[in-house]
């Protein structure tokens, strides 16, 4: 969590300058270089709007995962984790899903955006 830059729905910036205990100490607004005199916890943070970003689940080697699949009936494809190219471009693309229903959810958002 250390170093991560937080944002809100107005685009300032916040960065996590150290975490004791659950607490949380942050920068002033767009300034990361001088840190703020309240000191939050997560949950705190989100409450005030503080967007944290969502880190992204890299299957173990072996590991079955799902992909979002716009032109089968199931709208899902799964497939195993090799940690080869074609892996790391699904992962870099946010193709890479836990389950079938977020491969399905995908899908349906991707759907969406061309109707």
Partial sequence: MYGQILTNTIEDTVKILGVTNEIIFISHENDHTSASDANYTKQDLIDLGWIFPVEKWVPEKGMTYFIPDVSGENKYYPSTWANHEIDNYRLANNL???????????????LGAVK
């Fill in 96 to 110: 890479v899903c836990r389950t079938k229903e977020e491969a399905i959810a995908l899908t349906d958002k991707m």
